[in-house]
């Protein structure tokens, strides 16, 4: 019981002619072909808007998952439905990766947390402890906070990785995750998207940023409800002497 949705992202090869051969054996299978490539944002946000199932799970174009992910993943969701599912990446090397590249990409895509409540506890997991990986791949995300993650990101202006600022959105409008202990998902690294992101350092400048604007524009309400407050006591003031001469002119007429 799944969906297979895949984005053509405005391909000029044999890709296109494949997908058809596959959705013509798989009724599963749904093809989507954007006019010309947008990139990996955007075939993202058009596959989540068309997509109906409960939880979704991202694959990036050379990247891989085990056969029975998705059966055992739903399984997995019967406990308790969290917004997020975690499971593990084996990091599948190229000839000329080193040792301490392989472990280091093991270790990045591989933090974990057995299960975390909260939208501020998940955020800080994510951006400040590096607990939690912001790459989407090993993850299945509940529709609802997808689709409600993906529709908020074109409002932002932001220039780093689409990793960290789909992930940050994601964990805003999440509540809870948990993680399994399998590793179901293979990335063939120095060919994907996640290769090329940042660490979780840059979220959390991102995240900085951002704070810095709420105080900022915290401190200009603060400001105005002072010079406002000033204003109210001016004419309180104004008002007292007013009715000292109201009453003044009222004793002399008397």
Not at 90 to 100: A, K, R
Not at 151 to 157: Q, V
Request: proline content about 3%; hydrophobic content about 30%; some cysteine.
């Amino acid at each position: 019981n799944i969906e297979v949705i895949c984005i053509d992202d405005g391909s000029t090869d044999t890709c296109l002619t494949i997908l058809n051969h596959y959705a013509r054996q798989d009724s599963r299978i749904k093809i989507i072909r954007q006019p010309k490539h947008l990139g990996t944002l955007k075939a993202r946000q058009t596959g989540t808007k068309q997509a109906s199932g409960d939880y979704f799970i991202y694959i990036e174009p050379h990247d891989w998952i085990e056969q029975d992910t998705c059966q055992r993943t739903f399984r997995f969701l019967r406990q308790d439905k969290p917004d997020i599912v975690q499971y593990g990446v084996v990091i599948e090397p190229s000839e000329s990766m080193s040792e301490g590249t392989l472990r280091h990409l093991d270790t990045m895509f591989n933090q974990r947390v057995e299960s975390l409540k909260g939208t501020e506890t998940l955020l800080k997991e994510c951006c400040i402890s590096g607990n939690i990986p912001v790459n989407l791949c090993g993850k299945a995300i509940r529709r609802e906070t997808a689709q409600k993650a993906f529709a908020a990101l074109p409002t932002i202006r932001c220039n780093d990785d689409e990793n960290l600022r789909t992930m940050y959105f994601i964990l805003k409008c999440s509540e809870s995750i948990r993680c399994m202990p399998q590793r179901f998902y293979h990335y063939r690294e120095g060919l994907g998207l996640t290769t090329r992101m940042a660490t979780s350092a840059t979220l959390k400048e991102t995240v900085g940023k951002l704070k810095s604007e709420r105080d900022n524009i915290q401190i200009e309400v603060s400001d105005l409800q002072t010079t406002l407050s000033k204003q109210d006591n001016e004419l309180i003031g104004l008002r007292k002497k007013n009715n000292k001469h109201l009453k003044l002119v009222r004793d002399r007429k008397s």
